[in-house]
């Protein structure tokens, strides 16, 4: 990897997400509340559209990894997709995902899995797209070997899409150029940049959060 690295930090570790989703749950018993919505209702629902944009086919078995709430799942089901399955390493996530898609009526698989761990948890090629929002960025900020755990998710990644399938990534870690170097030596090749709104400080303008579209070219490891 030829860029620099993050520096480490809580949000990179389970034990942070746990204690967050343990909190969210109790606002979702108590309030009805859902919990954040990373980077925004607007960004789940440039994903959804780009998706539709590009008429993929709603059949197509999709997973969200590091689901957490799962809302941007939820949206999927409310916009007529079917096969649908989110993973997060945080148990908690996963009770909390659970207790709100069945709040909302929508039938979601979803499962405690750490992509990281090595486990196969699900068949090779088993998905046709991945969505990830604010996940490669957790596990960028690991405290552990974070370009190792980088290369075990985008390997991991590749497992478990079919030929030709897609991720759809988002983060405001790293740059859109960033993305790509890293994704693109590893058997990837962008299909789209999905167009977020622009911000302005101190004179100059860019994007806070890349959301990037990369399809899979290669199976074989590097
Ligand atoms: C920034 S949050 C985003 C959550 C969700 N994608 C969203 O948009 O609301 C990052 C998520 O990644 C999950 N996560 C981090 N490392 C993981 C790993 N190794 N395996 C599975 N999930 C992980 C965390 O538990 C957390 O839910």
């Known amino acids: 990897m030829s860029h620099n ?3 480490p930090s809580e949000l ?3 034990e942070y997400w746990d204690n967050t989703y343990s909190a969210e749950i109790e606002n979702f018993k108590e309030f009805g509340d859902f919990g954040e919505i990373w980077f925004g209702d607007g960004c789940s629902s440039r994903i959804t559209r780009w998706l539709e944009k590009n008429n993929i ?3 197509q078995s999709v997973i969200d990894l590091g689901c957490g709430n799962g809302m941007l799942l939820v949206k999927l089901a409310e916009n007529e997709w079917k096969d649908l399955t989110g993973v997060d390493y945080s148990q908690n996530a996963i009770e909390l995902a659970t207790s709100i898609a069945k709040s909302q009526g929508v039938s979601i698989n979803y499962q405690v899995w750490d992509l990281l761990s090595g486990e196969e948890v699900f068949e090779k090629e088993k998905f046709m797209i991945a969505l990830d929002k604010g996940t ?3 596990i960028s900020l ?3 070997d974070s370009a190792q755990c980088r290369r075990k998710y985008i390997e991991k990644v590749k497992d478990i899409l079919k030929p030709n399938g897609l991720l759809l990534i988002t983060s ?3 740059t859109e150029e960033e993305l790509r170097t890293s994704f693109c030596s590893s058997g990837f090749e962008v299909v789209s ?3 977020a709104p622009q911000f302005q400080f101190g004179g100059s303008s860019g994007n806070k959060v890349t959301s990037l579209v990369f399809k899979k070219t290669r199976s074989d490891k590097e």
């Open 57 to 59: 086919d709603k059949n």
């Open 12 to 14: 990179g570790t389970k």
């Open 136 to 138: 490669y960025d957790a």
């Open 193 to 195: 940049l999905i167009p």
């Open 172 to 174: 405001c870690n790293w």
């Open 142 to 144: 690991s405290p552990d």
């Open 5 to 7: 690295e993050l520096q």
